[in-house]
Every structure is written in structure tokens, then in C-alpha cells.
């Protein structure tokens, strides 16, 4: 059993490298022998095994991020779509209007100039939840280590993998004042199929960390954020996400940098209450 499962933990690891390397390099060309020397498997049992953890094959995965990418910088930023067909690894705006009418069955360009076609799943602005202006910092890149998981985001094991986080800070000896719990969201619920988005679950540390297993070393982006402070419920998160894309950013004059979205928990879901529960949450800027 432990064999079985160090060995599935080491394919995660290299899988994981893999889907990073893809996510900085959307504007490259992605050659898939170079993706399987980095995963250190023979490009034969790099496609199967890609395959299997990622539940299509890699070919789709990349074009889906590609065009998924695509959506979010159509909707949510004033770049060219030429510019926008660059961003994500297209030498021609044609080539992305190709993709993009496969997917979706409309053009980017009809997509952007009509707010009211639904790509995404419908948002879910709420009035009700009193968003403050967010503070806009400039943030030093962070060192986590961190455990990816694969799911709704509202069904996925934070507490069993932070629980592992933690017994590899204390193995490793890396305990320190600071430590911060985040989790950073690689995709869009209103874009990405449920059982295809992606979390990191983190914890940043202040010390140099080895990656073992499941677990990896990761670079957090610095940059320009903002970052808006919301208290409550971590059910309602959905609701202030739609709200501050629906109201905030169109109306802030700022444009969303291609790096994930995270958030930084800023205490205990098991010592507070959920409506006083505390969380940043980081929207990476141009």
C-alpha cells in the first residue's frame, strides 16, 4: 500500500510540474517531448499517464486552457484580441476565432461586444454584501510549499491537506513566525468544468523547503493586487467573487494580470464562527 501510494504521489508531483510549466508558458510553443522530459517519463507512457491524472489528454488540456484563458481576458480586460490570441499561444487572431467558435459557438470578437452572451455560468452578484475598496500593494514573491487538489472547490479536502503541510513544516523543521495558509485557484468556476478545477493548497514559509511526495515547492507571484478583505462564510465566497468582477473591476479602471487569483485565511474555520470567519483575497493586476 505505501509503495502504491508513493508511487501515485510521485507521478502527481511530475504531473504537477508539467501543468505549471503549461500555465507560464501559454504564449510559447508547447513542444510535447519538451513537456515529457520534464516529467521524466518516456514520451510513450507520458501521454497515458497524463491521460489518466488529468482525465483527458494533454493535447485537450492545453487547447482548453488556452481558450479558457482566452474567455477571461475577452471579458475581463481591454486587450486586442490580436494581443489576447498572442496571450495564449496563438500566432493569428484567426487561429484563436477557429478554437473559440469550436468551444463556445460564437466569435471572441461577438463574445466581448456582447456582456449578456453567457460563456460562463451566470454570475451571482450579490447587493447584499458590502465590499470595501480593496487595498492596491505591491507583493514580494512567496515560497510555499503545497498539496494540489482536483474538484469542486466546495467539496475538496483543505483540512486533510493542510493537515499533511503541516506535519512537513515539522519534519522539515520549518516553523517560523508568519507561516500564512492560502489557496490558489488556477481556474474559473464559471469557465472550467467542476471536476477539472484546480486548487493549490499552501502554506507559505519562510524557510528553504524540500518537495516530498505529494507535496511540492511553489513560487507565488509577486506583484501588483488588490486585495479585498471579505468576513463571513466561506459558502458566500462564490457570491463575492461575482460581485467584485461584476461591479468592482469594470468600474476600477484596472486590468487583471494573467497569474491565479489566491486567498489568505486569516484565521480558523474550527475556532471561529463562519460569519466571522476573515479572508483576503488577491486579484493580481497589470
Not at 233 to 243: A, E, K, P, R
Amino acid at each position: 500500500m505505501d509503495n502504491k501510494l508513493s508511487t501515485r504521489e510521485e507521478y502527481l508531483k511530475r504531473i504537477n510540474i508539467v501543468t505549471d510549466y503549461i500555465n507560464n508558458h501559454l504564449d510559447e510553443k508547447l513542444d510535447l517531448s519538451r513537456l515529457a522530459d520534464l516529467s521524466c517519463l518516456s514520451p510513450y507512457h507520458f501521454h497515458r499517464i497524463t491521460k489518466a491524472f488529468l482525465g483527458e489528454p494533454i493535447g485537450a488540456f492545453i487547447t482548453r486552457v488556452r481558450v479558457e484563458t482566452a474567455a477571461r481576458l475577452l471579458r475581463y480586460t481591454d486587450l486586442p484580441i490580436q494581443e489576447v490570441a498572442y496571450r495564449v499561444g496563438y500566432e493569428m487572431p484567426s487561429s484563436l476565432s477557429k478554437i473559440f467558435n469550436q468551444y463556445y459557438n460564437i466569435s471572441p470578437l461577438e463574445f466581448r461586444n456582447d456582456k449578456n452572451f453567457i460563456i460562463m455560468k451566470q454570475a451571482r452578484i450579490n447587493p447584499l454584501i458590502n465590499m470595501k475598496a480593496p487595498k492596491i500593494v505591491e507583493m514580494e514573491d512567496k515560497t510555499a510549499l503545497y498539496i494540489r487538489l482536483l474538484g469542486n472547490y466546495s467539496e475538496l479536502d483543505f483540512g486533510g491537506a493542510w493537515t499533511k503541510l503541516w506535519g512537513c513544516v515539522k519534519e522539515q523543521k520549518l516553523f517560523s513566525a508568519g507561516i500564512e495558509h492560502i489557496c490558489v485557484y488556477h481556474d474559473d468556476p464559471k469557465v472550467t468544468e467542476t471536476d477539472k478545477l484546480r486548487t493549490d493548497v499552501c502554506l507559505v514559509v519562510r524557510k528553504p523547503a524540500q518537495a516530498h511526495g505529494e507535496i511540492g515547492v511553489k513560487t507565488i507571484q509577486g506583484g501588483k493586487y488588490a486585495v479585498f478583505l471579505y468576513q463571513g462564510s466561506y459558502s458566500n465566497l462564490g457570491s463575492v467573487y461575482d460581485t467584485i468582477f461584476g461591479q468592482w473591476l469594470p468600474e476600477s479602471g484596472e486590468t487583471l494580470r494573467n497569474v491565479p487569483c489566491f486567498e489568505k485565511y486569516l484565521n480558523h474555520p474550527d475556532i471561529a464562527a463562519p460569519e466571522k470567519s476573515k479572508t483576503e483575497i488577491y486579484l493580481p493586476l497589470q
